[in-house]
C-alpha cells in the first residue's frame, strides 16, 4: 500500500488516482476526512502521532508525508523555528529506536512542531523490513534544514535521496507556492521533474526544448486576456510558505479587483493570477 500521513483533503490522493493507484491516508480533521469520502479515498480518521505502526509493516511500498505548516509558516507566529533544534532532536533520537518525543514537547512553544518528526516513527519502523521503496515528503521552505537530516538517515539505509525547493509554478500550477520536497527511492536515482514552465517563456534551444510561460489564474480559468497585461495576485509564495505581499506592496484582495471591474468573467479585464493561498 502508500501510505499517505496527514494526508488533509486529498491533494497527494488524488495525483496518485490519477495515476492509476490508490493511498491509505491518516487524518484527524473531521472536515477533511469528510472532503475524502466524497472523492471516494481511503482514510483512517486518527492522530497520526497517536496511530501504532506496526498495521503497515510489510505491507507499504510508498510513504507520504505532508506534515502541518501551521508552526512553521510566515501566516502563523513560526514557533517552529524556536522549536526546530527539538525537532532535530526527536528525528536523531526516532531514528535509533528511541521514542523522546513525550520528553521533547514538554519543552515545545508550538506543540504541532514536533509532527515534523512523526514520519521518521514510521520510517525507522517501516525500514526494518526494508521498506518503503519510496518516500516524499512536502513542507515549507524552512522546514528545508530538517527534511536534510532525514535525508542523511535515508542514504544510510540504502536510499538515493534528493532534497530541496520547487515552486507550483514551474510546473503548471497558477499559483506561486514554494515547498521544500524530499524525494527518496532504494531502486532508482532520486530526482527532482524538469520545470515545464517559467516566469518568462523560454524558446527551444540546442538543450533541449524550452518553457512555456507560468499559467495564470485567468487563464486557467478561461478568462482569456492573453493579449495585454492584466492584474497579477500572488500569495503563498513568501519565503516561509505562507501569504506573502502583493507586488506594489499593499494589501489588496480579489475583491479590490472585482469592485474595479478586473474581475468580471464576461467583460474586457480579467485578472492573470499567478498565485493564490
Given at each position: 500500500?502508500i501510505l499517505?500521513?496527514?494526508?488533509?483533503?486529498?491533494?497527494?490522493?488524488?495525483?496518485?488516482?490519477v495515476?492509476?493507484?490508490?493511498?491509505?491516508?491518516?487524518?484527524?480533521?473531521?472536515?477533511a476526512?469528510?472532503?475524502?469520502?466524497l472523492?471516494?479515498?481511503?482514510?483512517?480518521?486518527?492522530?497520526?502521532?497517536?496511530?501504532?505502526?506496526?498495521?503497515f509493516?510489510g505491507?507499504?511500498?510508498g510513504?507520504?508525508a505532508?506534515?502541518?505548516c501551521?508552526a512553521?509558516?510566515?501566516?502563523?507566529?513560526?514557533?517552529?523555528l524556536?522549536?526546530?533544534?527539538?525537532?532535530?532532536?526527536?528525528?536523531?533520537d526516532?531514528?535509533q529506536?528511541?521514542d523522546?518525543?513525550?520528553?521533547l514537547?514538554a519543552?515545545c512553544?508550538?506543540?504541532?512542531?514536533?509532527?515534523?518528526?512523526?514520519?521518521m516513527?514510521?520510517?525507522?519502523?517501516?525500514?526494518?523490513v526494508?521498506e518503503?521503496?519510496?518516500v516524499v515528503?512536502?513542507?515549507?521552505?524552512?522546514?528545508?534544514?530538517?527534511?536534510?537530516?532525514?535525508?542523511?538517515?535515508?542514504?544510510?539505509?540504502?536510499?538515493?535521496?534528493?532534497t530541496?525547493?520547487?515552486?507550483?509554478?514551474?510546473?503548471g500550477?497558477?499559483?506561486?507556492?514554494?515547498r521544500?520536497i524530499?524525494?527518496?527511492?532504494?531502486v532508482?536515482?532520486?530526482e527532482?521533474?524538469?520545470p515545464?514552465?517559467?516566469?518568462a517563456?523560454?524558446?527551444?534551444?540546442?538543450?533541449?526544448?524550452?518553457?512555456?510561460?507560468?499559467?495564470?489564474?485567468?487563464?486557467a480559468?478561461?478568462?482569456g486576456?492573453?493579449?495585454?497585461?492584466?492584474?497579477?495576485v500572488?500569495?503563498?509564495?513568501?519565503?516561509?510558505?505562507?501569504?506573502?505581499?502583493?507586488p506594489s506592496?499593499?494589501?489588496?484582495t480579489?475583491?479590490?479587483?472585482r469592485?474595479?471591474?478586473?474581475?468580471?468573467p464576461?467583460?474586457?479585464?480579467?485578472?492573470?493570477?499567478?498565485?493564490?493561498g
Open positions: 500500500m499517505d500521513l496527514f494526508a488533509g483533503p486529498g491533494g497527494w490522493s488524488h495525483s496518485l488516482t495515476l492509476g493507484v490508490r493511498d491509505v491516508g491518516l487524518e484527524w480533521d473531521q472536515w476526512c469528510k472532503t475524502r469520502a472523492a471516494g479515498q481511503l482514510t483512517i480518521r486518527t492522530d497520526v502521532a497517536m496511530y501504532p505502526v506496526w498495521p509493516v505491507r507499504t511500498y510513504l507520504i505532508s506534515p502541518p501551521q512553521w509558516s510566515m501566516a502563523g507566529k513560526r514557533l517552529g524556536l522549536d526546530q533544534p527539538l525537532v532535530h532532536q526527536a528525528v536523531a526516532l531514528a529506536g528511541r523522546t518525543r513525550e520528553r514537547l519543552s512553544q508550538d506543540e504541532r512542531s514536533l509532527l515534523a518528526a512523526e514520519p516513527r514510521y520510517l525507522h519502523a517501516l525500514n526494518t526494508d518503503p521503496e519510496w515528503m512536502e513542507e515549507v521552505p524552512d522546514v528545508l534544514p530538517l527534511w536534510k537530516q532525514y535525508a542523511a538517515i535515508l542514504r544510510a539505509w540504502g536510499f538515493s535521496v534528493w530541496g525547493i520547487l515552486n507550483a509554478a514551474d510546473y500550477v497558477p499559483q506561486t507556492r514554494r521544500a524530499l524525494l527518496a527511492s532504494r532508482r536515482t532520486a527532482p521533474p524538469a515545464t514552465h517559467a516566469q517563456a523560454e524558446p527551444e534551444s540546442l538543450f533541449g526544448p524550452g518553457r512555456a510561460q507560468w499559467v495564470s489564474m485567468a487563464t480559468l478561461g478568462w486576456a492573453t493579449d495585454r497585461p492584466v492584474p497579477t500572488c500569495a503563498g509564495g513568501g519565503p516561509g510558505g505562507g501569504p506573502e505581499p502583493f506592496g499593499s494589501r489588496k480579489l475583491t479590490d479587483a469592485d474595479r471591474g478586473h474581475l468580471d464576461t467583460g474586457s479585464r480579467e485578472p492573470a493570477v499567478a498565485g493564490v
